[in-house]
């Protein structure tokens, strides 16, 4: 039978046509975007990649497990600025920040954090009056109510919790005073200090399972790199890389290859990134007992966090094992600003090497 209208045909045969020819198409499944792991070094006086400042202090940027984690911030907010501008890092995309402890050579950049991005969250160690904030009970002191009101804090019903503020207000702190997961399989590990210089000084570490074991990101190791070392044992782990700061730049041999030794034979650690206050001899002597395991963490340096970390330079993949000639001189110089402590030690290890004619001629 023919069609009574066969213009209306035409139009109905070539709409279902094509909606045919697709449903027939195989479908090719999209991959997953693969997911992002590595450390990119954005603060730090030595290193190889052009453009970017050096100066004493630390910050990384950490990616894993989806997560963008920001750790310390280095001593300058402009310097800070520069380097993460120079790497391509966008620090208003963060998940959380850590910051491992008070001095002012890993929360100096602050400033500049807090401009681009003042609602992300940090979580800091919670200290006695500390920079970041404290609070107390309200009921920590001793209370007298023979006095009239006048006399007495708060006219006698003080709050519940007495806050006191931090050199932030606006910022959003979470204080840590004990060690804690804070997202799944990220942890903090909370140590004190117990050494003359920094005698009670609360530190974070940053510590992230992997299949590999963890990867323990350290930004001083004031309480010891030992026992940061041990505490990640304790928990059950056993510690595949750590990245950062071993504070042995001002240590003599003998506790240098004691600290080394340990790290290799009783902790087992499998890979070394160190840098910041490691030290020169540090690094050499991580160089030597470690071999193809210790891997360059310099200013600019990202390293993939594979299951064997490699340090990625200025889009090329390096080999090197410690610092050349140009990262020694950059090192050297700006090592007399460091830390306080470390101030007051360089100038005892000069006056010692003095001659005896300078000592007594000197005012």
Known sequence: MRAKHPRLHLIVMSLLVPAGCAATRPQVPTRPAPEVRRITVLYDAFGKTAGMRKD?????????????????????????????SAKGVDLSRL?????????????????????????????????????????????????DESLPPEQRYYDGTPPQVMKFGSAWPRAHLELIDKTAEIAPGIHLISLVSEKPTTLELRELSLAIDTPEGVILVVGCSHPGIDRIAEAVLSMGKRIHLIVGGFHLVVAKDPDID?????????????????????????????????????????????????????????????????????????????LPRGEGEERDLLALGAASRRPASAAASTP
């Open 56 to 84: 004493w202090g630390y910050a990384a940027l950490i990616e894993y497990g989806g997560k963008r984690i920001l750790f310390d911030t280095g001593d300058d907010p402009e310097i800070l600025a520069h380097n993460a």
């Open 258 to 334: 004691a600290i080394v030794t340990g790290l290799r034979d009783t902790w087992k650690v499998s890979f070394v990134a160190p840098g910041h206050c490691t030290g020169e001899p540090t690094f050499a002597a991580l160089g030597r007992a470690f071999g193809d395991r210790y891997v360059y963490a310099g200013l600019g340096t990202t390293l993939e966090l594979t299951p064997t970390p490699t340090s990625v330079t200025a889009g090329t993949r390096s080999g090197a094992r410690g610092m050349e000639e140009d990262d020694l001189e950059a090192y050297r110089a700006l």
């Open 95 to 143: 998940d959380f920040v850590v910051m491992s402890h008070r001095h002012g050579d890993h929360m100096g950049g602050m400033d500049h954090l807090l401009r681009v991005n003042p609602d992300v969250r940090i979580y800091a160690p919670k200290e006695n009056f500390g920079v970041y904030g404290f609070s107390l009970p309200g009921t920590f002191y001793r209370k």
